[in-house]
């Protein structure tokens, strides 16, 4: 069975801080990873990774695909409070149906 | 704003009722996800549509239905509801299977008493 795992679960930081997100994965039939910010409601996507070793990059955010190893990571430099949510890790596999998250980071960023 | 509508916001209802929510998928998007988020359980992955058909399921339960209509909007139909069944109900879309970014609406929020 698919398996995404993030850590940590849940993560306390001051504005300005740097924070790295963990995001590790087994499954059978890789084909993406994507990153998604969650607040109140909807999962709103920040990125997609396919290839290993590409940063992609987005303002203060950043994440990078190690497919050798089977893991990615999201960083957020100078941190806001409006970065305050949880981000959501996901897989897709390669028939393009189902995307299997993890279940999340919570992130809080005090003033 | 993903572009994805779901209606209703709240639904509360009692136990052993039918509810049905309700998905439009973004301009130009052909497939159509559901998913189920609990406190418990996380995101997890019901069934997927494509142009009216379905393409995969997942962890739906046989209490539990959709269909896609020609205009492509969606319905996810949830009967015999019990407690456990009460949770936010996400649709997603995407252009095609193969596009991987899969765009969310804002959920149902279910409540069964």
């Known amino acids: 069975e698919d398996k995404v795992v993030q850590s940590p679960l849940s993560l306390v930081v001051h504005e300005g801080d740097t924070v790295t997100l963990n995001c590790s994965y087994e499954?059978?039939?890789?084909?993406?990873l994507l990153w998604y910010k969650q607040e109140k409601k909807a999962p709103t996507f920040l990125f997609m990774l396919?290839?290993?070793?590409i940063e992609k990059k987005s303002g203060r955010l950043s994440s990078i695909l190690d497919k050798k190893e089977l893991f990615s990571i999201l960083n957020i430099t100078a941190t806001q409070t409006g970065d305050s949510a949880v981000y959501l890790c996901?897989?897709?596999?390669?028939?393009?149906?189902?995307?299997?998250f993890g279940e999340g980071t919570q992130l809080t960023v005090n003033p | 704003d993903s572009g994805v509508t779901q209606t209703p916001k709240h639904l509360i209802t009692a136990t052993g009722q039918r509810v049905t929510l309700r998905c439009s998928p973004r301009?130009?998007?052909?497939?159509v996800y559901w998913y189920q988020q609990s406190l418990d359980q996380g995101l997890q992955f019901l069934i997927q549509?494509?142009?009216?058909?379905?393409?995969a399921k997942g962890n739906i339960l046989e209490r539990f239905s959709a269909q896609q209509f020609p205009d492509l909007h969606s319905e996810l139909n949830l009967s015999s509801l019990e407690l456990g069944d009460s949770a936010l109900y996400f649709c997603?879309?995407?252009?095609?299977?193969?596009?991987?970014?899969?765009?969310f609406g804002a959920g149902t929020r279910l409540s069964v008493l």
């Open positions: 997603a879309s995407s252009v095609d299977p193969s596009s991987s970014i899969q765009y």
């Open positions: 499954v059978t039939n890789f084909r993406s």
């Open positions: 396919t290839s290993s070793g």
């Open positions: 996901a897989v897709l596999e390669t028939s393009g149906s189902r995307l299997t």
């Open positions: 301009s130009g998007d052909l497939s």
């Open positions: 549509y494509y142009n009216g058909e379905e393409r």
